[in-house]
């Protein structure tokens, strides 16, 4: 099978397509909306092994990852659909009238409304996940926006059965032509049509820096700019404190060890940096990291881009100043395969070099010495915005450094206490997204039902008749939603 | 008294006190947060007589007017920091481990950050509502970012002396030195190191088109683009429906008379559009309109530069091929004084112009005549993104006309029926924002205690010992929030 890339015509008529959808696909109900999804996610498991084999072949995962993975993305579905009929996304919220005001107060309500037509960018680390029928499609789908997905070049295969799974379950829910839309572009022209066409009203990415952030410039020099939701990916520091160091030291080097070496290190939320200050303790946890990737196998890479990508950036980092090897993993039978690598430097070297601020994607980390906590702090200080930071302490001396917590919390959006970033838990609390440069919104995220508030803006209604109101709105809450009622949360 | 530009080194200096303030402001208490901001509407009040004379004279509004701005200023206040202390806007969210899950789920724990210091420009036609400690100083005192204000330079008196309230609240409760700064600047380059200053993380603006888009842009060539929050303005069209325009056709026209001439017209809400059916009724509508316009004295706008681009605004729109004046009133006695006027054109000819989309700042509106509601349809579908919306109805024909309504809706912030669009009450069901460019930023608004989630970002908390936790988050729930726990909202 081939796959063309489409032409500006055929983008143009896919877009007036979704375009045409939308007042459809905006007033359906939230039970068919959520039965969509539903019916997508029993479609997904309907392509059966099929399925499983294509994406092994376009990614080197293993079989056990892709099912898993795919297992998540259902469940990814089938949860976000479940919050779409919950409505707590709605945020309805009801002022009644007080007529006796001086003005008079007006009945007024609000709820969230779906911006319109968004356009898909998956990644390639999450061939189901994060693309085709991934969290921002399903975010997307589930505010009542239709979904133009592009096709990730590395994986068009398992993006076409995906796509051809959400078309089926489309048609079988009788949703309007044009609900979704699925693009193969490998040129540079084809997403930037996309995301220049006037139609497009939010655009959700996950990838590289310089991808996100083109797309973020298109976006700003449209006639009416356009939310870009990229989450583009970080170093993920994590700060060894020393009390915790010196009790577990051992632990913590295995632990990490196996979360700098999963899925051959091709997780946005990689632990890429280990802070720690200069000590015996700090010496023994190199050392004991060193040994076990040494003996962590190199696994294969999703594809020749990715592993020269990752072999380039790893032995620019080895050539900087100050930066030491200190193991890498036995030599790589395949070309694809990555060899698990560890480097040290000190926090001087670090904070003179930007470059060492990037990151290396693959199973590489670099170990930062620091020569005190106030150096701790200010590495800390000049990170850039980061998905995760992780801190390694006791509860005593996490009390006593009030400032290093501080300048953690300042540079990212999820702090974990005493575990690993590795493992993304898909809920309502949980935020995948950070200060800039990890995503270009640091106020919303891409995992979790919350998602779904990307894709909306708030609409007031005001003086309306209780019978021309939505559902939501309603005097008699049909949907039974949790709404705020004259400021107090109510379900009558 | 005078005022002299600050300086970049200036700027530069009160910038990191801003930066210095912000850990230690976050940290606040919600209750000493809450404290600070009823102290400046104290302060506010206890500004006098002085304060309202300064402004009339540095604005021309009437002292009625002032006196009840300030009133509303004071309220605004109040009800944030209510809203602060309340601490909703917190969306403090939690779920629970379930270690017997595979992978096990760790306890994952969310709530609002404040993103750093906060710069505003406000706006001129609003000097304490939508100014110094406006409703953009006090959202982002309530989520805990420090504030800068670039004083507006058509009103530096006005906007010193309310600084000194705010400055004198701030000692008064023990806020940190730099909690809060004012600066003067009526250089293009005062704006621009404000919003290019890396200690910088949020803009909020209410002004012209052409002053947002440039704060806008400015912000996304910085090394970390930040949100602005820019209300930009809009023509808040009205939609008049046939059958409500011939029962109520007297009356119409008298309430808008009203509504585009209150405060000069200088409201952001103003109606400059007016959209009918040709027929005898929208005939005598607009005979009736221009009749009670007439009969409407002149009043004085805010200082020159605003009356000269009304005038000039005007006369470009009175040149347009196709456009009639319909009524003036009577001449004006003061070079400040616009004079309310009324023309009249064709959806065909609105619909070729671009200029007849653009606001006219000031007591000017414009009717469109459609041939039919097909072309109301088009007229509407062919808007820019807007403020407010409103349509004219009855019940029967708001149902007969889904088309329309669907339209309208994609268009505004704020829809209402039957009504005017002057008038923006303050409460959480408030939406004042819109499709761009009406806002640069449709998913907030800037009036309401909502308006507070623009300063902010969510914080994830993953594996975090109770004890170590923001009170926000603690199992005990301290601070009696409303939370999402395990998806349901609670108190517990």
């Known amino acids: 099978m081939q796959f063309k890339d489409h032409t500006i015509e055929?983008?143009?008529?896919?877009?007036?397509?979704?375009w045409k959808a939308f007042p459809i696909y905006r007033n359906t109900s939230l039970d068919d909306r959520a039965s969509f999804m539903k019916a997508i996610a029993v479609e997904l498991e309907n392509a059966g092994d099929?399925?499983?084999h294509t994406a092994m072949q376009e990614t080197n995962l293993p079989e056990a990852r892709l099912r898993g993975e795919r297992g998540r993305t259902i469940f990814q579905l089938n949860s976000y659909a479940d919050a779409c009929l919950q409505g707590n996304w709605l945020a309805a919220t009801i002022d009644t009238a007080i007529p006796e005001k001086t003005p008079p107060k007006p009945d007024i309500r609000k709820m969230q409304v779906p911006l319109g037509p968004v356009v898909v960018f998956g990644s390639s680390n999450f061939p189901f996940a994060y693309s085709t029928a991934g969290g921002d499609t399903a975010s997307a789908l589930a505010a009542g926006c239709p979904v133009i997905v592009k096709a990730h070049p590395a994986h068009p295969h398992t993006s076409t059965l995906v796509a051809n799974a959400i078309l089926t379950a489309a048609t079988k829910c009788k949703m309007p032509d044009g609900v979704f839309a699925h693009i193969y572009g490998t040129s540079f022209e084809i997403g930037k049509a996309l995301v220049m066409h006037p139609y497009t009203k939010a655009v959700g990415f996950t990838g590289s820096f310089t991808g996100g952030k083109q797309l973020f410039d298109w976006s700003n020099q449209r006639k009416e700019p356009i939310p870009v939701f990229a989450e583009m990916g970080s170093v993920n520091p994590v700060f060894l404190l020393p009390d915790k160091l010196t009790t577990d030291c051992a632990q913590i080097a295995l632990m990490y060890a196996g979360s700098i070496t999963l899925g051959a290190g091709q997780f946005c939320t990689n632990p890429g940096l280990i802070i720690g200050i200069e000590s015996a303790a700090l010496q023994k946890f190199i050392h004991d990291l060193g040994k076990a990737i040494q003996q962590i196998a190199a696994s294969k890479m999703l594809h020749n881009g990715i592993i020269k990508a990752y072999k380039e950036k790893k032995a620019a980092a080895l050539l900087q100043e100050d930066v030491h090897l200190v193991a890498e993993s036995s030599s790589a039978v395949d070309s694809l395969e990555a060899l698990p690598t560890i480097a040290t430097t000190t926090a001087n070297a670090f904070l003179q070099n930007p470059l060492l601020h990037q990151e290396v994607f693959g199973p590489f980390s670099l170990v930062i010495r620091c020569q005190d906590m106030a150096q701790m702090v200010e590495v800390a200080q000049k990170m850039e915005g980061q998905l995760t930071a992780t801190i390694m302490t006791s509860n005593a001396e996490f009390s006593k450094n009030p400032e290093l917590v501080e300048a953690i919390q300042n540079i990212c959006g999820r702090f974990i206490l005493n575990s690993v970033p590795t493992g993304v838990e898909v809920c309502l609390s949980m935020q995948h997204?950070?200060?800039?440069?990890?995503s270009t919104d640091s106020r919303f995220g891409s995992v979790g039902a919350d998602g779904i508030g990307r894709f909306c803006r708030p609409l007031a209604f005001q003086n309306w008749h209780n019978d021309l109101l939505p559902a939501?709105?309603?005097?008699?809450?049909?949907?039974?939603?949790?709404?705020r009622v004259n400021n107090e949360p109510s379900k009558n």
Do not use: Q, T
């Open 10 to 18: 055929e983008i143009d008529s896919i877009m007036n397509k979704a």
């Open 50 to 52: 099929e399925l499983i």
């Open 472 to 483: 939501a709105l309603k005097d008699e809450n049909p949907l039974k939603l949790w709404r």
């Open 433 to 438: 997204g950070g200060p800039y440069p990890a």
